[in-house]
């Protein structure tokens, strides 16, 4: 079975600050990671995904992230904080075969601070 | 341009009552979701379609139903509100090439009395 787990339900960061979100996965194949985000009163909406190309994927609003394998890590980064960028995030995972399902983390609540 | 809304925004009703919960989708997606939102669960799988007619139970189906008639709507049916089922209520839609990356809609508040 497939999980993802989410260190930290809030993340407080000043603004102009580095923006670091954690996610750890268990799979027990190669996985398809996704980021999501969800600001107030929305929907979710696709920040970036990894499909196995390349580990460190670029995302929407400057965001990345890097997958290792050696840690089952795929953080979430943002070298410098807006407040715009205060919203849920959700770390999720799937396999690879055509009928599997997203499974969502529990989200993080992120923070900016003036 | 493409979207995908539900109504109601939000919703009031009582244990008991048969409560449905619409979404329509322009994108012209095969794939459509429902999940709920709670503090704690993050978002769980009710039912999901693959297609006109294709409906199938997710993680939390229980009390639960939805029917396909057609490619643009999956409305989702509470037989009988629970108190339980008080949530925040996604519509997803997703290509037929990556069921994985979903568009959402922007939710419903549910509030069992």
């Known amino acids: 079975a497939q999980s993802v787990t989410q260190l930290g339900s809030h993340v407080s960061v000043s603004e102009g600050a580095l923006v670091l979100l954690r996610c750890n996965y268990s799979?027990?194949?190669?996985?398809?990671l996704f980021w999501y985000v969800q600001y107030p009163n929305q929907g979710l909406q696709l920040l970036l995904k990894?499909?196995?190309?390349?580990?460190l994927v670029k995302g929407i609003n400057g965001f990345e992230a890097e997958f290792k394998k050696s840690e089952t890590s795929f953080h979430l980064t943002k070298p410098s904080a807006h407040m715009s960028d205060a919203a849920e995030y959700f770390c999720?995972?799937?396999?690879?075969?055509?009928?599997?399902?997203?499974?969502f983390g529990k989200g993080t609540r992120l923070h900016i601070l003036p | 341009d493409a979207e995908i809304t539900q109504s109601p925004r939000h919703k009031i009703t009582e244990t008991g009552r048969q409560v449905t919960l619409a979404c329509h989708q322009t994108?012209?997606?095969?794939?459509m979701f429902w999940y709920r939102q709670d503090l704690g669960h993050g978002l769980r799988l009710i039912h999901y379609?693959?297609?006109?007619?294709?409906?199938n139970k997710g993680e939390v189906s229980d009390g639960y139903s939805v029917s396909r008639s057609n490619t643009e709507d999956l409305p989702l049916t509470l037989e009988s509100a629970a108190s339980s089922q008080t949530s925040v209520y996604f519509c997803?839609?997703?290509?037929?090439?990556?069921?994985?990356?979903?568009?959402f809609g922007p939710g419903t508040r549910l509030t069992v009395l």
């Open positions: 999720a995972v799937s396999g690879k075969n055509r009928d599997d399902k997203i499974i």
């Open positions: 799979s027990s194949v190669p996985p398809y």
């Open positions: 990894y499909t196995s190309a390349a580990t």
């Open positions: 994108w012209n997606h095969n794939n």
């Open positions: 379609s693959y297609g006109v007619h294709d409906t």
């Open positions: 997803a839609s997703a290509p037929g090439t990556s069921r994985r990356e979903q568009f």
